[in-house]
């Protein structure tokens, strides 16, 4: 795999912020998709996407399924979502993209929202999709929803072979110190953090109205940057102590070396979020079932291509051609960006 970015576009930063905001994200029609409600294990629910194809000639339950668990605050509408749809809708395979809770337009009811190392419920969801599925299944997890999805791959160990045939993680901050410390510093702080904060806050503030006392509020309106957010709601409403703890205790980088499926680690080494100091090493995965790719362009989630405005379905072909490939299903997706 290979990764070049435009020499229009220059910079982590930048290569960052364009394609988010301005980059073409599909080649076909915008995804179109059907929702389905799961009622989750503890009374609660999820809202999952699955992409509408007409003229598909076989059943959904056949075809290769993709599923794309999402970033911080993101949604079946982020760019990158829309770009793996647009990819898998390509190549007439299924998609299937679960939201975790809060981020479907309407507010969960359980006491609790989604973290970065939320691995039981990647697992279940999982198993879930798996159950109803009987053709390839591969999960891709995009920023946080790529630590979680490594994370449950780590935890499971060789049992995540029932559940998924590959897993890839996309700019995710498998050191969620290095990564939350870096988004806490200048200019990310100014651009990045406010943005999160936008609708961390107010979405925390809705969950305690749903449950009084969950929280300190005054902690909670005092929090100007993420590291404060998790100590005060992410870290207590998921069972960790502090952040700190969370973060260590969340990450995915420490436990590589557990995975036992096919599992692609992608991490641009100019992603303003993730330092590339902060990347995993060959030697610290220590197993045959982990392959690192990071390119030293790309930016966070970015990964622009072609001419001015560009184009991000660049990683969504380079990831889906490699989990096609470790899926068995690699006959009708190549590895390398068909659109120039």
Known sequence: MKYVA????????LQTIWPALYSRRVFGPRPVYRRERWDTPDGDFVDVDFLLEEGATAPAALRPL??????????????????????ARERGWACALPHFRGCSGEINRAPRAYHSGDHAEIGWMLQRLRASHQGPLVAVGVSLGGNALLRWAAEVGEDAARSADAVAAVCSPIDLAAGGHAIGRGFNRQVYTRMFMRTLVPKALRKLAQHPGLFDRQALMAARDLYAFDNVFTAPLHGFRNTEDYWRRASAKPLLHHIRVPALVVNARNDPFVPAASLPLPHEVRNGFVTLWQPPHGGHVGFAHGRLPGHVRAMPDAVGGWLAEHAGAGTRASAQSPHG
Request: proline share 7%.
């Open 6 to 13: 435009p020499r229009w576009l220059p910079g982590g930063q």
């Open 66 to 87: 993709l599923v794309v668990f999402h970033g911080l605050e993101g949604s079946s509408r982020s760019h990158y979502c829309e770009a793996f749809a647009d990819w």
